[in-house]
Structure formats: C-alpha cells, structure tokens
C-alpha cells in the first residue's frame, strides 16, 4: 500500500467517523466499500475478498461506534438496558450467518454489493416516511416489546454478519418506529448495539479466517488490523464530532442524511455488480 492510499484511507476513516456519531450506523456504509474497492486494488483473491471486507469493516465500525456512544452515553441518549438485549439477541445470527453464508464459495463479491445495496434501500424507504410511528408501536408493552427487541437483534446480526454495517441499517429504524425511542435517543442506543454487535462479529471472523492463505500481514483470520486502524483511527475523532453535531440537528435532517448517503452507496454498489457481471 502506497503513503497516497493510506492518507486517503484516513480521510474516509474521518469521514465515516462522522456519519457513525450523526447517524447511528456506525459508519460501516463508509467502511465497507471503501475496504471492498482498497481490496480489489491490492489483488486480494476473490475468495478471500469479501470476508475479509467484512470482518475488518466490523472491527472498525465497533471502534467508532464504541467512541459516538460514549458520547451519546454523557447526553443521556443511550437506553442501556435495550442496547444489551438487543445486542445479545444478535449473537445466534452473527455466528450462523458468518459460518453458514459469507465463508461459502458462492457468495462472491457480486452477490454482496447487491445485498448491501437492497439493505440500504430498505432502509432509506423507512426513514424518508412520515414521522408518525403509528398504532403498531404505541401498543408494544412487556412480552412484545421484547419479542421486538429480539426480532431487532437477530435482523441486526443478520446484517452485520452478511454485509458489514455493524447493523445500524436496522436498528435506527427499528428503535426509532417500533420501540418508540425518539430520534436522538435512536440514534444513541444502535450505537452502543453496535459496540456489541461488532465485537461478536469480529470475533467470528478473526476465528473463521484463521490460517487461509492470501490475507495481508496483519491480518488475524479475516480482520486486518493493519487496513483497519488506518480507518479506524481517525474514524474515532470523527465520530466525537458526529455524535456532537447530532444533538444541533432536527429529527427530520437527521434522517434525510442518512437517507441521502445510503441512496449514494447503494447506487455505487449496484453499478459495481453490474460491472462485475458485464465484464
């Protein structure tokens, strides 16, 4: 890797940084295609390039995650007792979904940005609505919160998992529209989720990955330590900054943010599958 590419790698570290403490979603939608496209100049192998894509964008995700919390923590903005649950409900998931799906020869860097594009989507026609969280979720007490709650987690781990978002895609929404967290609140608690989420996730590639070949030098399993603290590093400060704007911001910016740059990647992603299949 060249001095040019690591400077750049810092500065979309900062940027993701940003985006993880403004928006909640831990800043993977930076993170993961900046390392797919790093990857594919380095000559990564095909069969190693996704996952190791995906685990070392876990692991920086939870470190800038891990700092927007802990701002959002000093606010009062992080329902604790929410976070864990949900997070630990996302265990089961993470670990399926890593060893049964992302580690198979058929899932190639082709069928990955498609999925990480229609996760953006989804998402993206869920926040641009109303505000109205409608009857649904006013009526959630007890058990069907908490059924919520896990159903939260295991789509959370699911996503995390397959495409290295650290979840966020589903949780902003999910606490926001269906646990009745307000805006900032959500915004918040799928931070401190995500810390979680992150760390399980990283875990189980580190684990998976170990002793394949074509992985760079610092790589444990399929984390690269060395890429990611480039990402990761800056990605931290910027997240501070982020999670300091996101209490100057209205709800309704805040979602349209979100809105705007997960249109902008999921375009991206779908050009590059097509690419991948024309060529």
């Known amino acids: ?8 790698l810092g500065v979309a570290g900062l940027g993701a940084g940003v985006i993880a403490g403004l928006v909640g979603v831990g800043g993977g939608v930076v993170f993961t295609p900046v ?3 790093v990857y594919g100049v380095l000559n990564v192998p095909s069969g190693v390039r996704t996952p190791l894509t995906v685990g070392t ?27 864990l649950g949900v997070g630990v409900a996302s265990a089961v998931a993470v670990g399926a979904v890593s060893r049964f799906v ?21 998402v993206v026609a869920r926040m641009v609505r109303s505000d109205a969280t409608g009857s649904l979720t006013a ?26 978002v650290g979840g966020g895609v589903v949780l902003v929404p ?3 529209r269906w646990l009745c967290l307000s805006m900032h609140r959500a915004v918040g608690t799928s931070s401190a989720t995500i810390v979680l989420i992150s760390t399980l996730s990283t875990i189980a590639y580190a684990l998976l990955g170990a002793g394949v070949d074509g992985r760079p030098d610092l790589a444990l399993g399929y984390v690269d330590i060395g890429t990611g603290l480039l990402l990761a590093g800056p990605a931290v400060l910027g997240a501070q900054g982020g999670a300091a704007l996101a209490h100057r911001f209205e709800t309704r910016g805040l979602r ?3 809105a705007l740059l997960a249109v902008v990647v999921a375009g991206r992603l779908v050009w590059g ?3 991948g299949f024309v060529g």
């Not at 800038?64 to 959002?72: K, P, V």
């Not at 190639?108 to 989804?122: E, N, P």
């Not at 009526?139 to 295991?154: C, D, I, K, N, Q």
């Open 1 to 8: 890797m060249t001095i040019f590419q690591a400077v750049l």
């Open 35 to 37: 390392l797919f496209a």
């Open 57 to 83: 964008g876990l692991f920086c995700t939870g470190l800038a995650a891990g700092a927007s919390a802990l701002h959002h923590a000093r606010r009062g903005a992080v329902a604790g007792r929410m976070a």
């Open 102 to 122: 992302v580690t198979r020869p058929w899932y190639d860097a082709a069928l990955f940005q498609l999925l990480f594009a229609a996760v953006l989507l989804v």
């Open 139 to 164: 009526e959630l007490e007890g058990a069907s919160r908490w059924l919520t709650g896990l159903g939260t987690g295991t789509a959370a781990g699911t996503v995390a998992a397959a495409v290295g």
């Open 174 to 176: 999910a606490y926001h």
């Open 256 to 258: 349209w943010s979100f």
């Open 273 to 275: 599958a097509i690419s």
